[in-house]
């Protein structure tokens, strides 16, 4: 027997303890929602619920084992019967039974992300004429239809809300996902959005399979109800259509996905759609001291749309957090470097420390001081600044002019040609390795001989490239960056990465730092030299002390951290600029500074530069976020709290 009064506290027990109906469970961060999942699973069936009547929906294999493994432990009983995992393995147990009935045989095979891609690029070749020259990629247009189908939108719709620059090419866009549709069909694959729409299709047009599992599941819950997509919401009420014993957790404070397809509004109107619902709140917080706490209730207040809640603290009081207002972006980085070495003297572990920004692009500095300073580091949100593409692209157009003879380079840039493949980029370096100067040797028309006609649009168009820089050597960095995604590359980047926006962004920035060398081989040197320490320190996290986290606050929901460090909390940066021209940007990008705020156990430290170098302007003024301004002041009109009145602020 489960001792419910000692395992729980009253919040969560009288959420495990509820005997059923619509109930939506508000957990705020670090308030046991797992455990308060668990729990609840187990009294069900504690109190005679057969295992194989309970569907239990969560967004991660992880998370769905580990509650199973739980589960097991409290109540000792078979769970192989139990319908839990991701809302894809469900879909996926679903369709092996009655995948005829939407289209497929049984024996259906899944493909992963690569052989999408794949498939959607022999589709483009096969129904678009001239394809390559017209139409993005395989991942683009990949990501545009899944997009498409999680949010329920027409292509259309979904290219004029997140592709705008797609909306000359519809019509062949159309014609693809299309045939990509007949293929799968034909091929009897499925990719992992056909999981979802098919397992809908199935219930939604199906009244005899509907009835058999709606049937079946005595009760249905769901974790991070606030994540689902208009596709997983239908699920989950049709499976809960005639029993209605369903159980949604998640925290609408926390709803910070909405460019990957997540629906806001199925757990703001959750309610609206089961009027007798009935609604818990987890409130007491087990993560973080009263005095971050304290600032993260603030930090949400001015959020409308929202279920009011305010965290409480289970820890004694702790450290104040700390506003650092440095005098510029380098100082900012020196600041967090020199707090992470005082903090591993006295106690704390690389690995026990975040550094959680917005966008990736604002961890160059950063990632540079770290590394200059031998402090070990992962990052979770991708690849070191200057090991992803895009960057490794644009450095190597620089690296041709600063050093001609530089073949990995070569290779690189000529790579990214239109029409021209593996052998001919062979064929060309071969001949220009023959060269005192290659770069001299391939501006000349000779080169063009070197090619076949369909190929030769694209190489002349970077012989025109690079006697642009060349002609520019003696401006500074970032004008030849412009030169380099003006002859070409910003178009490229948008037909090969579904993410071209960010991908710029980082360019732009690199714009930045680049100011401060003289010449492209200063620049060049120095990145050079910077990438080699960082590959050195690789064994300095082998001692056993770990890593200090760098990520995106997408990257870092669900965790935690003793120690964590956001940067750059500048109007433009946190929020950020561009997610300000949606409507509801404002509120989601207030919900993602609470995310980052709430992921601080024990010290929580919030950067802002007092100046920011801009190309072409100088040095201008930065103005604070307007989340500081609203956790400080009293003139919103909007506050409902007074301002926050705990925290330190260090000035350099």
């Excluded at 395992?7 to 046991?32: D, F, K, M, T, W």
């Excluded at 190929?455 to 412009?482: I, K, N, V, Y």
Aim: aromatic share 8%; net charge neutral; proline share 4%.
């Amino acid at each position: 027997m489960i001792d419910y009064d000692r395992e729980l506290n009253e919040e969560q027990r009288r959420v495990v303890l509820e005997p059923g109906g619509p109930l939506l469970v508000i957990a705020g961060a670090g308030s046991g929602k797992t455990r308060t999942l668990t729990y609840r699973v187990a009294r069900l069936i504690d109190s005679g619920c057969p295992p194989g009547r309970i569907a239990l929906a969560t967004f991660t294999n992880k998370a769905a084992r580990s509650m199973m493994s739980r589960v097991a432990d409290l109540t000792s009983a078979d769970l192989s019967r139990l319908w839990g995992g991701t809302f894809h393995h469900l879909a996926h147990r679903s369709l092996r039974a009655h995948a005829p009935r939407v289209g497929y045989k049984n024996d259906f095979v899944i493909i992963d992300a690569d052989d999408a891609r794949q498939l959607v690029r022999r589709c483009v070749a096969e129904t678009v004429e001239n394809a390559r020259a017209i139409i993005p990629r395989g991942e683009v247009l990949r990501d545009v239809i899944s997009f498409a189908r999680n949010t329920d939108r027409s292509l259309e719709e979904a290219i004029d809300v997140r592709f705008p620059y797609l909306a000359p090419v519809l019509e062949a866009v159309v014609t693809v996902a299309q045939h990509y549709d007949q293929e799968k069909k034909r091929l009897n694959v499925m990719d992992f959005d056909d999981l979802l729409i098919n397992w809908r299709r199935l219930l939604a047009e199906h009244e005899d399979v509907l009835a058999g599992y709606a049937e079946r599941f005595l009760h249905v819950l769901v974790d991070e109800y606030q994540d689902t997509n208009a596709v997983q919401a239908d699920i989950t009420d049709l499976l809960a259509s005639r029993r209605r014993n369903l159980m949604v957790v998640g925290d609408d404070a926390q709803c910070i996905y909405a460019f990957r397809g997540a629906n806001y509004a199925n757990i703001l109107k959750f309610p609206e759609k089961y009027p007798d619902c009935k609604i818990f709140k987890l409130e007491e917080n087990y993560r973080s001291t009263p005095e971050i706490l304290h600032m993260a209730n603030l930090s949400i207040k001015n959020n409308e749309r929202q279920f009011e809640k305010s965290l409480r603290a289970v820890r004694p009081r702790g450290v104040p957090p700390v506003l650092v207002k440095p005098r510029n972006v380098q100082m900012q980085a020196e600041f967090v470097a020199q707090r992470i070495i005082e903090l591993v003297g006295a106690g704390y572990c690389p690995g026990e420390m975040a550094i959680l920004y917005r966008a990736h692009f604002h961890s160059l500095e950063l990632q540079l001081e770290l590394t200059r300073r031998g402090i070990p580091f992962t990052i979770r949100s991708g690849i070191r600044f200057f090991e992803q593409a895009h960057i490794k692209d644009v450095t190597s157009y620089l690296r041709i002019v600063a050093s001609p003879g530089d073949e990995m380079a070569w290779r690189r840039v000529l790579g990214l040609c239109h029409r021209i493949g593996r052998q001919t980029v062979e064929r060309i370096w071969t001949w220009l390795a023959g060269h005192e100067d290659p770069l001299a040797a391939f501006l000349d028309e000779a080169t063009r001989k070197k090619v076949g006609a369909a190929a030769r649009p694209g190489l002349t168009a970077l012989q025109e490239l690079l006697a642009a820089l060349g002609a520019a050597e003696g401006a500074d960095l970032g004008t030849s960056l412009e030169t380099i995604l003006q002859g070409g590359y910003e178009s490229y980047l948008k037909s090969a990465y579904p993410d071209a926006v960010q991908r710029l962004e980082d360019i732009g920035q690199l714009a930045v730092f680049a100011a401060r060398f003289s010449t492209p081989a200063e620049f060049l040197r120095e990145m050079a030299l910077l990438t080699g320490i960082g590959e050195e320190g690789e064994d300095l996290a082998e001692t056993g002390e770990g890593r200090v986290t760098m990520s995106t606050i997408h990257q870092a929901k669900g965790l935690e951290w003793p120690v964590v460090f956001i940067p750059w909390c500048a109007e433009g940066m946190l929020p950020l600029g561009r997610a300000l021209t949606d409507p509801e940007g404002v509120e989601e990008e207030r919900r993602l500074f609470y995310v980052a705020v709430t992921r601080a156990k024990d010290e929580l430290y919030l950067c802002c530069p007092a100046v920011e170098y801009r190309r072409g302007v100088g040095y201008v003024t930065v103005k604070s976020s307007r989340f500081i301004a609203e956790l400080t002041s009293t003139a919103s009109p909007t506050r409902r709290a007074r301002p926050y009145e705990h925290w330190r602020v260090e000035e350099d």
